[in-house]
Nanobody, 117 residues
């Protein structure tokens, strides 16, 4: 069984920063992890990709976060991070991490990010 445990969400004022972490544990080996990514879902909206990173470190970002968010990963720790700067109220959502292997697709339980004054 594989678990993805997210942390780092919370309440922050507009313009502030948060760093999300997602650590994989259980029956998953770091060498088997391919793409890792972060998605978000706001109330009444569909889930959308925020940022992704390949096993080789190539990154891609949604147009609405480019220049403000940075995704990174630590393969030895089986962890993916999302550094979020210059947060806006429209960034408020539940953020979930996603980990892909050759045979499976895993999701975290989600962490709430609220941007409000």
């Amino acid at each position: 069984q594989v678990q993805l445990v997210e942390s780092g969400g919370g309440l922050v004022q507009p313009g502030g920063s948060l760093r999300l972490s997602c650590a994989a544990s259980g029956r998953i080996f770091s060498i088997s992890i391919n793409d890792m990514g972060w998605y978000r879902q706001a109330p009444g909206k569909l889930r959308e990709l925020v940022a992704g990173i390949t096993s080789g470190g190539r990154t891609n970002y949604a147009h609405f976060v480019a220049g403000r968010f940075t995704i990174s990963r630590d393969n030895a720790k089986k962890t993916v991070y999302l550094q979020m700067n210059s947060l806006k109220p429209e960034d408020t959502a539940v953020y979930s991490c996603n980990v892909k292997t050759n045979s499976s697709d895993y999701w975290g339980q989600g962490t709430q990010v609220t941007v409000s004054s």
